[in-house]
């Protein structure tokens, strides 16, 4: 959790992405051009965060970029001025989301991921009617909680919704490796 006692700034986390990607890319089986992201909850925040020029920019990244980024249950924007989906996204986006999910609400994306529709970037959506936050974790199953928006939140693990998951972020990232 980043919540308490002091939470990692945004910056801070998407630097720490792209310092694990520029160490992947030396490696000499891995093709830099195809470097993704795939994140959970803040780490899907990151991702989106990822697929931003000017953020990437603000933390000091210069040549390398994200192929592409799976943001899986992000939250999209807060009420502290915090927004993920940024209006400058340049890279390809899929963003998996909850419909019962009370901590990370997706009508908090709706509204973003249509804009840059319209715009024509690479931005697809999938929300799940029958899951909440944290589907994919049976570690978590039926742990319950006070989420940072003050709603109680108790999560269910779905072992189907999961795979699914995994389905979609696999076809995703085919059609994105396809295509470059």
Known sequence: LNCRPRPIEDGRLLRDAYDAANMLQDLPFV??????????SLGAMTGLLAASPEMTTDVGQKELRFA????VYPGCDYDRGSLYVRPDTDRPILVLMGAQDTESPPEQCYYHLKRLKS???DVSWHTYREVGHAWDNPLLDGFTKIANNGQSVTYKYNKKITED???RSLEFLNRIYILK
């Open 68 to 71: 592409g980024n799976i943001a």
């Open 165 to 167: 998951t995994l389905k």
């Open 119 to 121: 715009k024509g970037r």
């Open 31 to 40: 093709d830099a051009e195809k470097i993704f992201t795939i994140g959970f």
